[in-house]
């Protein structure tokens, strides 16, 4: 986090203060910076993409919001993309949706060549759907765009997991335009707040459903004032218990290092932080030198996303697994990318590095890749 966003922490910690009134400030906060109606900081994306199904299912039904995760009696089917799916749909499910599953994996079977069609996801509507949830990626096909368009001809809403779409910053407010109901951010990646945040936003009748479910609901009837910008009373016809969200609390300071965390994204500073990825990489790269491997380092998907250091090892170098588990082990511990292990390759993402470990770090692959060799 950086220091601005730790120090909002901890200044949120000496105040108390009703979190529908604070989740009120960061949904006009996170609505300015995201183009919605409405936002609601939640305790990760994970959290946001069940609190957004749950709003889905239930609406401003307090039966419903009594009943979740039971879904009896309503429509609680999600349509998704098979080659959408992953463990964080569990995330959906938790909220009592069922998922239904359009398309193949071709391209990963190796069995074909074609994406999902948007023909696919129309077939699959039924009077049990509630709604699509898509997982964003920039190559994503059918785009969110044509989905969102979709769903909305059969008046679905659709609910977005762009988690780690973020940067590139224009995400922010391109994903949102496509008319998807409810996205959702991860807090704790690149926007660098508080690892236990993250942000739903999108349509206010359903980000009001979310914080019906998620807010503490021990009040009396007759005291009750939720911000009107956030839960419409009037369209409620009473105060409903302690709802499926419960479970999923963030705190006052998480709420306020995340929205300064935000700001400090939405107004560029990640493009700051990418040059210092750049010069951890340096640091390792030239520490490497002396050291029987091939360094390449992979540039920037895009502009604003971040670089990455590749090492190869070479038949006399040892194997890339035996090193990234001494790495785990020694002090400090170093965790690198493992998705190319079997490749016999160290992936080093300096996302998660500050500058002043950059030597340290340098020094424990210097040492690792010695060993082995
Ligand atoms: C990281 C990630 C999540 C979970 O985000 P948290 O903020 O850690 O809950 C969900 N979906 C995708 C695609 C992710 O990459």
């Keep these: 986090m950086p220091p601005e966003v730790i120090e909002a922490f901890c200044s949120a910690a000496r105040e108390a203060v009703p979190l529908e009134e604070l989740q009120a400030a960061a949904s006009r906060c996170i609505s300015r910076l995201t183009s919605t109606d409405a936002g609601l900081v939640t305790c990760g994306a994970a959290a946001g993409l069940t609190l957004g199904t749950a709003a889905i299912l239930a609406r401003d039904d307090l039966k419903r919001m009594e009943q979740l995760p039971d879904c009896s009696g309503f429509p609680s089917e999600f349509i998704i993309a098979r080659e959408q799916r992953s463990g964080y749909d569990h995330a959906v499910r938790a909220a009592g949706a069922s998922l239904v599953e359009v398309g193949f994996n071709e391209i990963v079977s190796n069995a074909g060549v074609r994406r999902t069609e948007l023909w696919e996801y129309e077939s699959a509507i039924s009077s049990e759907t509630a709604g699509i949830v898509f997982v964003q990626a920039a190559d994503a096909r059918p785009p969110l765009h044509d989905v969102v368009q979709l769903a909305h001809k059969h008046d679905l809403p659709v609910l977005v997991d762009a988690a780690g779409e973020l940067p590139p910053r224009s995400n922010l407010t391109a994903l949102t335009a496509t008319g998807a109901d409810l996205v959702v951010f991860s807090g704790g990646k690149?926007?660098?707040?508080?690892?236990?945040?993250?942000?739903?936003?999108?349509?206010?009748?359903?980000?009001?459903?979310?914080?019906?479910?998620?807010?503490?609901?021990?009040?009396?009837?007759?005291?009750?004032?939720?911000?009107?910008?956030?839960?419409?009373?009037?369209?409620?016809?009473?105060?409903?218990?302690?709802?499926?969200?419960?479970?999923?609390?963030?705190?006052?300071?998480?709420?306020?290092?995340?929205?300064?965390?935000?700001?400090?994204?939405?107004?560029?500073?990640?493009?700051?932080?990418?040059?210092?990825?750049?010069?951890?990489?340096?640091?390792?790269?030239?520490?490497?030198?002396?050291?029987?491997?091939?360094?390449?380092?992979?540039?920037?998907?895009?502009?604003?996303?971040?670089?990455?250091?590749?090492?190869?090892?070479?038949a006399g170098t040892g194997s890339a697994m035996d090193v990234a588990r001494a790495l785990r082990s020694g002090r400090p511990p170093v965790y690198t990318g493992h998705a190319r292990l079997h490749e016999n390759v160290l992936v080093i993402n300096p996302v998660s590095v500050n500058k002043d470990q950059a030597d340290a770090l340098a020094e424990r692959l210097v040492d690792e890749l010695r060993k082995a060799s």
């Design 190 to 314: 690149a926007i660098r707040g508080p690892q236990s945040t993250g942000i739903l936003c999108g349509r206010r009748d359903l980000i009001s459903s979310a914080a019906l479910q998620m807010l503490d609901m021990d009040d009396h009837d007759s005291l009750w004032q939720p911000p009107a910008e956030l839960i419409n009373r009037a369209s409620v016809p009473g105060l409903p218990r302690h709802g499926l969200g419960r479970a999923l609390k963030v705190s006052k300071e998480e709420i306020v290092a995340l929205l300064t965390a935000l700001q400090l994204f939405a107004a560029g500073a990640w493009d700051e932080q990418n040059a210092v990825c750049e010069e951890i990489l340096d640091v390792v790269e030239n520490s490497l030198r002396d050291v029987n491997v091939t360094c390449r380092r992979i540039p920037p998907a895009s502009a604003d996303r971040w670089p990455v250091l590749e090492i190869h090892l070479t």
